[in-house]
């Protein structure tokens, strides 16, 4: 029995005094967020012995299992070797869910910690009343449990932001008033960041701090946020600051309608107010239409972010036929080009740099103890990295060959057809990005391929790199808030890719802007404006493959690369090869 198993023995063990059937234990927080700290991060992983960041753990009287979706499922089979937890294919064809497993074998009396669950989800949980659901936190169990952070919160300038605090705040209580409510409760953290113009260090990669926001119809804005991460010049006089927790006992108080969005408030919130008005975050959809000021700044930080990578680019280029170079270098140097850049002040996630058969792995990441080297021998680098800028975020993929065969040139030039595909789409307004998905995949399916995630996500602006309520996927799923209209003003990723488990992964991934094509009396028209700006590796690209507009679309995209990046760059050999990668292909 290695550890894992004994934990959950000990866990078994304190489901059959509480007379449990089941406990869940997800991978969020209490504001449902999809990145969190390593306070709440700790039990799932204390319990399981995958490291992925997504994935939630079923943990019955004999068995336990962890459910996550495509993604991860490589890298989940190598890490759960050698204990009894079973992984479960989450969205995998003929593969009940999570929930549909525990209504369909009355997996009751169950228990989880009500707080990292929303409302949404126990509803789709319970039954009846002779089906019981327990509130019920273990993490007691946990040992040398990390402690929530405590760092300062840092505010946004004005010449990044279109509006102001009282104009956002307006904004909000107008749309809750529209839904019938006086006031609303903000519970995720990306909406409170994006109402008050404040970001935080509290969760790895992603700007945003612990707290709860109350806003009433009075006009008072409440904060609810530990004390000590507040900046000496922060506006007290407008902004009412409590503890962290006393948000519990304030919102037993209100009386007023409240809006509550079920699917970001964690059931123990939900449980205290009285008065609900149930409907989406108005903040969740408003910070998602960029301004103008924020896609003025983000176009610009994709200028200095692909300076970064088309460095990367050279660096590797100057060293592959002379030396190897390993995964944990490619990243490091990356990392360390982009921090050194102007306005970057952290990564937007964790650099993944993954060599051959690592590529598959879509979250795979190089450590001191576990990289690969990248020889003149390999297939393929896949490159996925991105900025947190003061202006932006930035997520983009690249993938570089050393010694490329006619399969994976082939795969690699399938993978930018499927981009361009998509990149180049027209659509009427009202269409959502699940409804366009296909020009992207089809072209893979027609030659039997399929990668198992969405094709591409919403991006915040100096937030999460995972924003909805936007995205292309052709299929809906529980975990992913991706259906939403698409609306201009909004920034999506298209990434198609080709993964061949054992051999290697390709993907391509630029962000996009949502803009105005036409207006006709048939109605109007939407489509795309490439925001990242960084050539492809040339050695991957097939002409043979393209038809006229596909090559006419490249072209012009490399002459719009070569322009953004020409005035960052002093450089004279950095511009020379920045050149001679965004010449124009001829057949």
């Not at 490589?74 to 992984?87: D, M, P, R, T």
């Not at 990669?205 to 009433?216: D, E, H, I, N, R």
């Not at 595909?421 to 992207?440: N, P």
């Not at 999506?492 to 006709?520: F, S, W």
């Amino acid at each position: 029995m290695n550890i894992f198993d004994e934990r959950i023995a000990l866990l078994q063990r304190q489901m059959r005094k509480d007379g449990l059937r089941a406990y869940i234990i997800p991978a969020t927080d209490p504001h449902m967020s999809e990145s969190y700290c390593d306070h709440y991060g700790a039990m799932r992983k204390y319990f399981c012995p995958f490291r992925g960041q997504d994935g939630t753990l079923l943990v019955t009287l004999d068995s336990y299992e962890i459910y996550t979706d495509g993604r991860y499922w490589i890298e989940a089979e190598k890490e759960l070797e050698g204990s009894s937890c079973l992984l479960v294919k989450d969205g995998h064809p003929g593969v009940k869910t999570l929930f549909q497993r525990i209504r369909d074998e009355e997996l009751y009396p169950l228990g989880m910690d009500s707080s990292l669950f929303s409302i949404d989800d126990l509803k789709a949980l319970y039954l009846d009343k002779d089906h019981p659901i327990y509130s019920l936190d273990y993490s007691f169990l946990v040992q040398d449990l990390p402690s929530l952070p405590k760092e300062k919160i840092f505010r946004v300038d004005d010449n990044l932001l279109s509006t102001t605090l009282s104009q956002r705040v307006d904004e909000v209580l107008s749309k809750a008033r529209e839904k019938g409510a006086s006031s609303i409760i903000l519970t995720a953290l990306d909406d409170i960041a994006f109402v008050l113009g404040y970001r935080g260090k509290d969760i790895v990669y992603t700007p945003v701090f612990y707290s709860y926001l109350f806003l009433s119809g009075k006009g008072d804005i409440d904060l609810f946020i530990d004390e000590e991460k507040l900046p000496e010049d922060f506006d007290r006089n407008t902004i009412h600051v409590h503890p962290y927790d006393s948000v519990f006992a304030f919102l037993k108080e209100r009386k007023e309608k409240v809006l509550v969005d079920p699917k970001k408030t964690n059931a123990r919130i939900y449980s205290l107010i009285a008065n609900k008005v149930l409907a989406t975050s108005p903040a969740y959809l408003l910070k998602a239409i960029k301004g103008e000021k924020e896609i003025e700044n983000t176009r610009r930080v994709h200028e200095i972010d692909g300076v970064a990578v088309l460095k990367l680019m050279k660096f590797i280029e100057d060293n592959i036929q002379t030396r190897d170079i390993d995964e944990l270098e490619v990243a490091s140097y990356l990392d360390g080009v982009r921090l050194r850049g102007k306005d970057c002040y952290d990564l937007s996630f964790e650099t993944i740099a993954a060599v051959d058969s690592n590529g598959p792995m879509m979250h795979y990441a190089p450590t001191k103890a576990c990289h690969s080297p990248f020889t003149k021998d390999s297939l393929t680098l896949l490159v996925d990295s991105g900025g947190q800028y003061y202006g932006g975020t930035t997520d983009i993929t690249r993938t570089f060959l050393a010694k490329p065969t006619k399969e994976v040139i082939h795969d690699f030039t399938l993978t930018l057809k499927s981009q361009i595909s998509l990149s180049r789409q027209v659509f009427m307004r009202g269409c959502s990005g699940h409804a366009i998905d296909i020009t992207a995949r089809e072209v893979m399916w027609k030659e039997g391929l399929d990668y198992k995630c969405g094709t591409g996500h919403g991006v915040s602006y100096m937030g999460p790199v995972h924003e909805g309520p936007i995205g292309f996927r052709y299929y809906t799923t529980m975990q992913r808030d991706d259906n939403g209209t698409l609306v201009p003003g909004h920034v999506i990723t298209i990434e198609p890719g080709v993964y061949k488990e054992g051999k290697y992964g390709i993907r391509l991934e630029n962000e996009l802007l949502v803009v105005e094509k036409q207006k006709t009396d048939q109605g109007d028209f939407l489509g795309f404006e490439t925001l990242t700006y960084c050539p492809y590796d040339r050695k991957g690209i097939d002409v043979t493959m393209l038809d006229d507009e596909e090559l006419s679309w490249l072209n012009d995209y490399l002459a719009l690369v070569e322009k953004k990046l020409t005035p960052h760059i002093d450089d004279p050999e950095l511009l020379s090869y920045l050149h001679k990668q965004c010449e124009p292909f001829k057949r």
